[in-house]
Nanobody
Framework: QVQLVESGGGSVQPGGSLRLSCAASGFFFKAFDMSWYRQAPGGKERELVGYITESGVATTTADSVKGRFTISRDNDKNTVYLQMNSLKPEDTAVYFC?????????WGQGTQVTVSS
């Protein structure tokens, strides 16, 4: 079955960096676009951070992370990455990866990122 497992979250000081990973299994990874979302505390809606196409073209869609976050993928490892630099307290959230087959979305369980001094 489709499985997405995020890792790499943790606590970091403002200005620091983290690299999140999302390991995929159960489907032909290299043929599918992958997305990163985040959900800030307090019941806020999940926000699309960005996505990467099956051919490796990456786009960050959230204005607040442009120039700081980069998405990449390694099709040999069935893994998509989110490199986060110059982290700010407002980046604190649970980060999720997602893929879609037709009309069905598949999500990972999420990884917590906390940015505080």
């Amino acid at each position: 079955q489709v499985q997405l497992v995020e890792s790499g979250g943790g606590s970091v000081q403002p200005g620091g960096s983290l690299r999140l990973s999302c390991a995929a299994s159960g489907f032909f990874f290299k043929a599918f676009d992958m997305s990163w979302y985040r959900q800030a505390p307090g019941g806020k809606e999940r926000e699309l951070v960005g996505y990467i196409t099956e051919s490796g073209v990456a786009t960050t869609t959230a204005d607040s992370v442009k120039g700081r976050f980069t998405i990449s993928r390694d099709n040999d490892k069935n893994t998509v990455y989110l490199q986060m630099n110059s982290l700010k307290p407002e980046d604190t959230a649970v980060y999720f990866c997602k893929t879609r087959f037709g009309f069905t979305d598949y999500w990972g369980q999420g990884t917590q990122v906390t940015v505080s001094s």
